[in-house]
T-cell receptor, first 111, second 115 residues
Framework: AQTVTQSQPEMSVQEAETVTLSCTYD???????LFWYKQPPSRQMILVIR??????QNATENRFSVNFQKAAKSFSLKISDSQLGDAAMYFC????????FGQGTRLTINP | GAGVSQSPSNKVTEKGKDVELRCDPI?????LYWYRQRLGQGLEFLIY????????KSGLPSDRFSAERTGESVSTLTIQRTQQEDSAVYLC?????????????FGQGTRLTVV
């Protein structure tokens, strides 16, 4: 069975600084996708970034980038120039036919 | 509508009663997913539908849980004889096609409280 582990229940960072959220996963499949979702207090799940496992190049979306290490089954999210609006729960997810989520990391941005 | 719509937003029910939760996916989306999120936890897969194929029910926690979807339209998640442990937010998502090569769009969920 696929599992996703986020070892940091909570993280905090100063506004404008950089923070990295960790994620590891376990799967025997070779073709899959990895995702980071953001969940603010509104409960709305928002896709932050997606990585295709067959692509070696790390995905980037503006201030958000990932460090994808396929052999190590690691998929960390780096947020640069943190903003107050980045405060939320962040979920790492693995997907082939369905999404399997980690337990989440609560990110706090300190002004 | 423009997004995935779920109703009701909040539901309080007495232990032992049945509840129905509704999900209206984005028009044209063939895949539909249900997840459960307990307080402070991640999302737990329940079931997904893809077009007219047999649904993947592997995540349903007990036979008290069932879901239906007619074609590519509305889905209903039914919980029979609710228990306090069923209290959670139930999230629905839809995507344009099978598999994760396309983005899944989530609704805002139904918060179910069993008292």
């Amino acid at each position: 069975a696929q599992t996703v582990t986020q070892s940091q229940p909570e993280m905090s960072v100063q506004e404008a600084e950089t923070v990295t959220l960790s994620c590891t996963y376990d799967t025997s499949e070779s073709d899959y996708y990895l995702f980071w979702y953001k969940q603010p207090p509104s409960r709305q799940m928002i896709l932050v970034i997606r990585q295709e496992a067959y692509k070696q190049q790390n995905a980037t979306e503006n201030r958000f980038s990932v460090n994808f290490q396929k052999a190590a089954k690691s998929f960390s999210l780096k947020i640069s120039d943190s903003q107050l609006g980045d405060a939320a729960m962040y979920f790492c997810a693995w997907g082939a036919q369905k999404l399997v989520f980690g337990q989440g990391t609560r990110l706090t941005i300190n002004p | 509508g423009a997004g995935v719509s779920q109703s009701p937003s909040n539901k309080v029910t007495e232990k032992g009663k049945d509840v129905e939760l509704r999900c209206d996916p984005i028009s044209g989306h063939t895949a539909l997913y249900w997840y459960r999120q307990r307080l402070g936890q991640g999302l737990e897969f329940l079931i997904y539908f893809q077009g007219n194929s047999a649904p993947d029910k592997s995540g349903l926690p007990s036979d008290r849980f069932s879901a239906e979807r007619t074609g590519e339209s509305v889905s209903t998640l039914t919980i029979q004889r609710t228990q306090q442990e069923d209290s959670a937010v139930y999230l629905c998502a839809s995507s344009p096609s099978w598999g994760m090569n396309t983005e899944a769009f989530f609704g805002q969920g139904t918060r179910l409280t069993v008292v």
